[in-house]
């Protein structure tokens, strides 16, 4: 017999050490999903269980042998916590299978892009994935081999969880501008789509509907809210201090007089490593750093942190905005720069999640208008107080109500008005390909790459590794010994564990149009002459066979139309900062010290 749904989160939450909460939203949400209902759109505070809920009706068909949907798509706005959600969802399942009468063969992975030659992509029963991958590989950008529709076939009639979408807004707005349409294409190749959040802008929830209506897709939505009046958020109280520091300078001392466990967000991966040196340099064992410029292996380590049972009672991390969704932890402070009214809901939502606790927010601004665009960061300081933000922690309504008198209308049509020509062109080529999508999924992916440059994101991500230091010194002994060649083809069995190599140093470097700068952190001195190095392997090759291809300049606009190609540049090492005692600090400055 299959277990019920509360048995399911009965099961989780034990697993956990907690306590069950019956939260009634759970069973509005459940009721919409079992009535068919193909989006739905789930509004909780944080740490209220909103990961729980939504997960529960697929696990409910795994344990009763029956299948609604062909697999789960737990979806992510950046790949810095894919591992720690993955670990979390793992232990879940875990916990319901010891409690199912039948045993069940249940497979789950993570996939956030990267460099993986010769493997399917987002396999397994459950996946967990960014927004950025699911969409490159359900539109056939990123495939194996040929094989384009097998990731069309992957996700249709699959349940997509997407998880703190309005994480993936920008200066222009454009991710949020765009991401209506690609919503209408998982609906329409069958799948049931979860929009799950805690501060979604009411302007988003209008424009996917609107998009929706337009494209003659009346599908079946709800919308489904906590409500503070019949459900009271099972954790702690956050007591909200605005200050007036700038925690480049105070973040120090603010947190050798708080309690700890402790949560420090930094707007920007400079400023956060100069906090997290201030803190080793003063004596701090407990002190860990995360950011989304750390390599594969480093950071799922880290990411491990919170899924590792006792911790330190003096722990403290020092992050960027990476943990601002996926982190399940209870903090006693958060220590935050000022930052949008949503990203401070969510960071305050990192604290107090069990028991009360202390948020810090400096209104400082500098920081905040070099990552935020300036008219949403005074917007924001113009809304918020204290109390405010308190309540938005726990009542979604108090929540939804400050992030609507951010984000209206006019400050959104001032942020598209901001961008410039062909910014807005590349909206309309976005958006005019998600369009005709349906109508050409068996057409050649190489006519339509102008139009899916940016499918997601302005910009793109430039896809790094670091090589072991011999590796690395052998190749740049192998160009300079061919300084005329472009492309250098090697077969050594040193590098025969290459691919295993690339994937576990990668990282990736975000890139905007108009960053078409001299990216010091990946280019290399060859007999006097500065090259940009990438890595070429064949995809079914079991020799230790690659090649080094040599670039003078990257033209990022130009990068853009390789889609299907994943070759990472090599990062210089001098550039990728490691610790007298080891501990990785990242490519901290990629421009350079003159940025």
Request: aromatic share 8%.
């Amino acid at each position: 017999m299959a277990m019920e749904y509360w048995e399911i989160v009965e099961a989780i939450v034990a697993g956990r050490g907690r306590r069950l909460q019956k939260y009634r939203y759970f069973e509005d949400f459940w009721k919409a999903i079992d009535e068919d209902n193909r989006l739905i759109f789930l509004k909780a505070p944080t740490g209220a269980g909103k990961t729980e809920a939504a997960i529960t009706p697929f696990l409910s068909d795994i344990l009763g042998g029956q299948r609604r949907w062909h697999s789960l798509l737990y979806v992510l706005p950046t790949r810095s916590l894919v591992y720690n959600m993955f670990r979390r969802i793992c232990r879940s399942a875990e916990a319901c299978l010891e409690e199912n009468e039948k045993p069940v063969k249940l497979v789950i992975s993570y996939d956030h892009g990267g460099y993986a030659p010769g493997k399917a992509y987002l396999e397994g029963d459950i996946t967990v994935t960014t927004y950025d991958t699911l969409l490159y590989t359900f539109y056939g950008f990123r495939s194996y081999g040929h094989h384009i529709l097998l990731s069309i076939g992957k996700l249709a009639g699959s349940l997509i969880v997407l998880d703190e979408v309005q994480l993936l807004q920008d200066s222009s707005w454009y991710s949020l501008t765009i991401m209506p349409y690609h919503i209408l294409n998982l609906l329409r190749y069958g799948a049931t789509v979860v929009v799950m959040t805690a501060t979604l802008p009411k302007i988003f929830l209008e424009e996917t509907l609107r998009t929706l209506e337009y494209a003659g897709q009346r599908e079946s939505y709800s919308i489904i809210e906590m409500d503070p009046a019949v459900d009271a958020a099972q954790r702690g109280r956050v007591r909200v201090k605005l200050i007036e520091d700038d925690l480049a300078d105070t973040a120090v001392e603010l947190v050798e007089k708080c309690e700890k466990p402790a949560l420090i967000i930094m707007n920007t991966v400079e400023r956060a490593v100069s906090v997290f040196r201030k803190l080793k340099d003063k004596g701090h064992e407990a002190v860990h750093l995360l950011h989304s410029r750390l390599i594969a292996r480093i950071r799922k380590h880290r990411e491990m942190i919170f899924e590792g049972g006792k911790l330190p009672k003096e722990l403290i991390i020092v992050s960027t905005q990476v943990a601002e969704a996926g982190i399940d932890y209870d903090f006693k402070t958060l220590i935050t720069e000022l930052a949008p009214a949503d990203s401070l809901i969510q960071r305050i939502g990192r604290c107090g999640r069990k028991e009360d606790g202390t948020a810090l927010i400096s209104m400082k601004s500098d920081s905040a208008i070099r990552v935020y665009p300036k008219v949403v960061i005074e917007r924001t300081s113009e809304n918020i107080d204290e109390q405010i933000l308190e309540e938005s922690v726990t009542n979604v309504r108090a929540a939804s109500a400050l992030i609507d008198s951010v984000y209206t209308m006019e400050i959104i049509e001032e942020l598209r008005r901001s961008s410039r020509g062909e910014i807005k062109e590349r909206v309309e080529l976005s958006k005019s390909f998600a369009k005709i999508f349906p109508e050409v999924i068996f057409s050649k992916r190489s006519l339509y790459r102008e139009e899916a440059k940016s499918l997601l994101r302005l910009g793109m991500e430039l896809p790094c590794v670091l090589l072991p230091d011999r590796l690395y010194d052998r190749i740049i002994k192998l160009c300079e010994k061919d300084p005329k060649k472009n492309m250098i083809e090697v077969s050594d069995p040193e590098f025969r564990d290459l691919p295993k190599i690339l994937e576990e140093n990668a990282l990736s470097l975000s890139i905007r149009p108009d960053e078409n700068l001299r990216i010091r952190g990946i280019m290399h001195r060859i007999q006097d002459r500065e090259f940009y190095l990438q890595v070429r392997v064949p995809t079914l090759s079991e020799e230790p066979r690659f090649w080094i291809m040599k670039r003078e300049e990257v033209d990022i606009n130009n990068l853009g139309k390789e889609l299907e190609l994943s070759d990472p540049f090599i990062i210089n090492p001098e550039y990728y900062e490691i610790s007298s005692d080891g501990y990785h600090l990242g490519l901290v400055k990629p421009y350079g010290e003159n940025r």
